[in-house]
């Protein structure tokens, strides 16, 4: 079992930053590659960013690569998302996730594959 707890969410405008944070607690965080998703309203929950066990490997969706930088530090059981030049389009309630396996990079960009999540922060950027 992992407890992941997102945290770093808020109102912002156009063009400011923010740094979302994941705590895993649980079971040994290095073992899960992690994930960020978000969800707007009346849409469905999409890939934001992935990044493997190690951090070496990072992938992320078009729409945010460029802005958006996923890392994570095992010491401190904690992924990262930093994010710059937020758009309005960019509002949605983020969460982490908690992947076990990855067979391939694929498995980054796919929510089903995530075996925990956390509660998600929201993050509102206005125009």
């Known amino acids: 079992q992992v407890q992941l707890t997102e945290s770093g969410g808020g109102l912002v405008q156009a063009g400011d930053s923010l740094r979302l944070s994941c705590a895993a607690s649980g079971r040994t965080f290095s073992n899960y590659a992690m994930g960020w998703f978000r969800q707007a309203p009346g849409k469905e929950r999409e890939f934001v960013a992935g990044i493997s066990r190690s951090g070496v490997n990072t992938y992320y969706a078009n729409s945010v690569k460029g802005r958006f930088t996923i890392s994570r530090d095992n010491a401190k059981n904690t992924v990262y998302l930093q994010m710059n030049s937020l758009k309005p389009e960019d509002t949605a309630v983020y969460y982490c996730?908690?992947?076990?396996?990855?067979?391939?990079?694929?498995?980054?960009?796919?929510?089903?594959?995530?075996?925990?999540w956390g509660q998600g922060t929201q993050v509102t950027v206005s125009s």
């Open positions: 996730a908690a992947n076990l396996v990855t067979l391939g990079y694929s498995d980054y960009y796919n929510a089903q594959r995530y075996d925990y």
